[in-house]
């Protein structure tokens, strides 16, 4: 079965702290992709970072950074130095089996997360 | 600029009401996605649609309907069959059939019982 999990409900970090936010996802396919999106207060959901199967190469995009592992089947994410405005509700997803184009994905529940200042 | 249009941003449904929710995007995709958010829950699938005059149920499709017209439109109906309605709904589009490429949302609509 395929599925997606975000252990952390809700995490909460003073400003300036670093914060991991967990991903681990189950599925049989060989080729796939895992995408991060971020949910502020207004609501849509905002792109992050899409990585395929086949690259395992971390990412950094300024404070934002991704730790993708397939013998573990995890795609943490970790903000440096975190932000009041990095409080969001962020989701990792999994492209479903079997979607070939149809670009179906399987979400993680999301974890919120609180920055305060 | 481009982008995707939901509206209203907060509806109110009485008993045995349908209602639609309406889904606008200017990104010239191909695709469109209805996903139902719960609170401390992920986004659940409702319906896409992959070309115009063309959509397929997604994990969660009973109570609802779609229709695809037009390649820039996608309303949703919530019908009086979908008992437990209240919900955040989330439109997508996406531009290309690649798996790889990401879905763009929109604000979303928030459905609430009267």
């Known amino acids: 079965a395929q599925k997606v999990t975000q252990a952390q409900t809700e995490i909460s970090v003073v400003e300036k702290e670093d914060v991991t936010l967990d991903c681990v996802y189950e599925?049989?396919?060989?080729?796939?992709?895992l995408f991060w999106y971020k949910q502020p207060p207004s609501g849509e959901l905002v792109f992050l970072i899409r990585?395929?199967?086949?690259?395992?190469q971390n990412e950094i995009s300024g404070r934002y950074s991704w730790n993708f592992q397939k013998s573990t089947s995890s795609f943490n994410f970790t903000i440096t130095a975190s932000q009041v405005v990095d409080s969001a509700v962020y989701f990792c997803?999994?492209?479903?089996?079997?979607?070939?184009?149809?670009?179906?994905?399987?979400f993680g529940q999301g974890t919120t997360l609180q920055v305060k200042p | 600029d481009g982008g995707i249009t939901q509206s209203p941003k907060y509806l109110f449904r009485k008993e045995g009401q349908n209602v639609t929710l309406s889904c606008e995007q200017n990104?010239?995709?191909?695709?469109m996605y209805w996903y139902r958010q719960d609170p401390g829950q992920g986004l659940r699938l409702i319906y896409y649609?992959?070309?115009?005059?063309?959509?397929q149920k997604g994990d969660i499709a009973e109570g609802y309907s779609v229709s695809r017209e037009k390649k820039e439109s996608f309303p949703l109906t919530v019908t009086s069959a979908q008992k437990n309605p209240t919900a955040f709904y989330l439109c997508?589009?996406?531009?290309?059939?690649?798996?790889?490429?990401?879905?763009?949302f929109g604000d979303g609509t928030r459905l609430s019982i009267l």
């Open positions: 990585r395929n199967s086949f690259d395992e």
């Open positions: 997508a589009s996406r531009g290309s059939n690649r798996g790889n490429q990401p879905q763009h």
């Open positions: 990104l010239n995709h191909d695709a």
């Open positions: 997803a999994l492209t479903q089996h079997g979607s070939g184009n149809t670009g179906k994905l399987i």
């Open positions: 599925t049989r396919d060989t080729t796939y992709y």
């Open positions: 649609s992959q070309i115009v005059n063309d959509f």
